[in-house]
């Protein structure tokens, strides 16, 4: 198994450019989720999902989109980039106990 | 979810013991007790749960107190590879998997 797989590693915007970040588990995990981790910081949740077609916002969701179309993909879109959204963002997976993540995207926002 | 208080920083030699500590004083009876590190830049990885006996795996110990108010994870014989970031969490297990609250951690430094 590949595990929980992220795309882009690194990505460079300008502001107000849109993008998505991929993520994708193998595992056929029901749960999903997104958090971001900024310099110094703890991971923050931003958005989750139980199962293919539904989703919910975490402790950060304004500014990202989220679907859920598949059990094994989980994008995270930005709609405008803003440079408060430069940081680290981590997909998890799990059932049960334990959570899976990925080895993390890493985005500037200029 | 509870809250937990760890110290920000430990060192430890290679070879030895390493105990982390962690209160979380306002844990409730449903509520287990998650370790996670997190080794420079990667993502977190699952070290260990428990609720109230202590546990053991292959990559570590888990000690609760009685009165659960706090525990103390054990690595037994510290590597440099254990050098991490090291975040306990509190976690009502019938609650969403997602929502794990991350605090700052305790950053351990393992040295030769």
């Known amino acids: 198994n590949a595990g929980v797989t992220q795309t882009p590693k690194f990505q460079v915007l300008k502001t107000g450019q849109s993008m998505t970040l991929q993520c994708a588990q193998d595992?056929?995990?029901?749960?999903m989720s997104w958090y971001r981790q900024d310099p110094g910081m703890g991971l923050r949740l931003i958005h989750y999902?139980?199962?293919?077609?539904?989703?919910d916002q975490g402790e950060v969701p304004n500014g990202y989109n989220v679907s859920r179309s598949t059990t094994e993909d989980f994008p995270l879109r930005l709609l405008s980039a803003a440079p408060s959204q430069t940081s680290v963002y981590f997909c998890?997976?799990?059932?049960?106990?334990?959570?899976?993540f990925g080895p993390g995207t890493r985005l500037t926002v200029l | 979810d509870a809250k937990t208080t760890q110290p920000t920083s430990m060192d430890c030699a290679e070879g030895r013991a390493a105990n982390l500590p962690c209160n979380h004083s306002?844990?409730?009876?449903?509520?287990?007790v998650y370790w996670y590190r997190q080794i420079h830049s990667q993502g977190p990885q699952y070290i260990i749960h428990?609720?109230?006996n202590n546990e053991t795996n292959e990559m570590a110990s888990l000690i609760i107190t009685e009165d659960r108010k706090s525990s103390t994870l054990i690595l037994p014989h510290a590597t440099l590879r254990d050098t991490a970031v090291y975040y306990c969490i509190v976690l009502n297990y019938g609650g969403s998997q997602g929502n794990l609250i991350f605090g700052k951690g305790t950053k351990l430094s393992v040295k030769p």
């Open positions: 999902s139980v199962g293919a077609g539904i989703t």
């Open positions: 998890a997976s799990s059932f049960g106990t334990e959570q899976f």
């Open positions: 428990g609720l109230k």
């Open positions: 306002t844990i409730s009876g449903n509520e287990y």
């Open positions: 595992m056929n995990h029901e749960y």
